[in-house]
């Protein structure tokens, strides 16, 4: 088993800046990308940012030069710095994981349980 752990979420006034943090733990071989996305009441859920093992980054065009994210390899944690928030960014957070389980050649994508930012005008 692989989890997910978010924190980081709350409320801020916009321009503001948030930091989110999601830590990976349990069965992991090895982490193939991290990344998160959003989901705003009755919209769908969308790729905000993701990084891959060997560092590449992408972004959703919204937050380009607004949202870095970054990873620590030792802890299996992905940051996702958010500055110059606009109250569009209001939404669920989830971190999403694609990990080699330990042990095997077995590809499994995880989710976090969601930490919620709210952008006020």
């Known amino acids: 088993q692989v989890q997910l752990v978010e924190s980081g979420g709350g409320l801020v006034q916009a321009g503001g800046s948030l930091r989110l943090s999601c830590s990976a733990s349990?069965?992991?071989?090895?982490?193939?990308?991290m990344g998160w996305y959003r989901q705003a009441l009755g919209r769908q859920r969308e790729l905000v940012a993701d990084?891959?093992?060997?560092?590449?980054?992408n972004y959703e065009d919204s937050v380009k030069g607004r949202f870095t994210i970054s990873k620590d390899n030792v802890k299996n944690t992905v940051y996702l710095q958010m500055n110059s928030l606009k109250p569009e960014d209001t939404a669920v957070y989830y971190c999403?994981?694609?990990?080699?389980?330990?042990?095997?050649?077995?590809?499994?994508?995880?989710w976090g349980q969601g930490t919620l930012v709210t952008v006020s005008s």
């Open positions: 999403n994981a694609l990990v080699i389980v330990a042990g095997s050649e077995a590809f499994l994508e995880v």
């Open positions: 349990g069965s992991i071989g090895s982490i193939h990308v």
């Open positions: 990084i891959t093992s060997g560092g590449s980054t």
